[in-house]
């Protein structure tokens, strides 16, 4: 399983970005899929995650009110959009993926990984 994130870059506080992750694997409407972070120094930690349908979504208090993740069940990709970023939003940013039922913020709970994306939020 090949999970590709990209969109990150360099942003101002204040600024939005969107990050995608896609794969090609059929399977991917099977997937409750999510997305961690990881700053220089940090242990990787939960922002965000999606059940199968999209109807139901998850997210870390520091992110609640700014992130939204969203899916694309057609066109296998799960985005998380990204609002009023702030300089401790900086981190490598990856996707993931479970055949599970449950949306977990335990990076642990997920088998499937994607290479991971940056994100540097500038003051």
């Known amino acids: 399983v090949q999970l590709q994130a990209c969109g990150g870059g360099l942003v101002q506080a204040g600024g939005s970005l969107t990050l995608s992750c896609a794969t090609s694997?059929?399977?991917?409407?099977?997937?409750?899929t999510g997305w961690f972070r990881q700053a220089p120094g940090k242990e990787r930690e939960f922002v965000a995650a999606?059940?199968?349908?999209?109807?139901?979504?998850r997210y870390a208090d520091s992110v609640k009110g700014r992130f939204t993740i969203s899916r694309d069940n057609a066109g296998n990709t799960v985005y998380l959009q990204m609002n009023r970023l702030k300089p401790e939003d900086t981190a490598v940013y990856y996707c993931?993926?479970?055949?599970?039922?449950?949306?977990?913020?335990?990076?642990?709970?997920?088998?499937?990984w994607g290479q991971g994306t940056q994100l540097t939020v500038s003051s």
């Open positions: 694997e059929r399977t991917f409407i099977n997937w409750v």
């Open positions: 993931a993926a479970d055949f599970a039922f449950v949306l977990s913020a335990t990076s642990g709970n997920y088998d499937y």
């Open positions: 999606i059940s199968r349908s999209g109807g139901s979504t």
